[in-house]
């Protein structure tokens, strides 16, 4: 288990498991504390993603409990997306000449200032200049809306130096089908498996 203390967890899962139409995920305990980097490591991609969605708040839990910095997604889900961001697996489908208004519509959906999150944008990109464009641009949209715990499903462990980099101090939560991938992500402590003690 990651050395957050309960009471100061931006993420908690508790026996957080998603069940229907025959795709099952968890259960996953865990709590992640400001600036902690956890990696989670699952028996399949399929259930890595849902996980991913799960710990953003953005698909609700069918059973246990997910509270991001305390907001229940299932009831209060506006304010945790203003506390997670999250970045797919899925690479986004992005031109240069797209990105700049993917960031001004990233900036509009978080009202944030426009010239901030261009700045912003820039600066991020220049820390993420050797990651492709299909995976930093959705980082990059994500982090100008300051969050406080982004949520990466399935990163590209090659990119891992650059996105932690990116990410700083805030806390992280990764997940992924694999123990190496995992450990790319989570360099002060062992990657957390499922199915293991947590």
Same mark, same amino acid.
């Given at each position: ?93 992005? @031109? ?31 820390k993420l200049d050797d990651v492709h464009e299909a995976f930093a641009y959705p980082l990059v949209g994500a982090l ?29 939560? @990764? ?10 992500f989570s360099p002060s402590a062992a990657a957390i498996s499922a199915g293991g003690a947590r």
């Amino acid at each position: 288990m990651p050395n957050a203390t309960a009471a100061m967890a931006l993420l908690r899962m508790r026996n957080a498991a998603f069940s229907a139409g025959g795709v099952e995920a968890g259960p996953v305990t865990l709590d992640v504390g400001p600036g902690e980097q956890t990696a989670l490591v699952l028996s399949s991609a399929r259930e890595a993603g849902i996980v991913a969605l799960l710990a953003a708040g953005i698909v609700k839990a069918t059973s246990g409990s997910v509270l991001i910095d305390e907001y229940d997604p299932r009831v209060q889900s506006v304010h945790c997306k203003r506390i997670a961001a999250f970045v797919p697996y899925e690479p986004l489908p992005l @031109s240069s000449s797209d990105f700049a208004r993917y960031i001004a519509y990233r900036a509009a959906l978080w009202n944030v200032e426009p010239i901030y999150a261009q700045t912003v944008a820039s600066l991020l990109l220049r820390k993420l200049d050797d990651v492709h464009e299909a995976f930093a641009y959705p980082l990059v949209g994500a982090l100008i809306a300051r969050p406080k715990l982004v949520v990466l499903d399935r990163p590209p462990p090659a990119y891992a130096s650059r996105i932690l980099a990116a990410v700083g101090k805030r806390a992280l939560f @990764s997940t992924h089908a694999g123990a190496a991938a995992a450990r790319a992500f989570s360099p002060s402590a062992a990657a957390i498996s499922a199915g293991g003690a947590r």
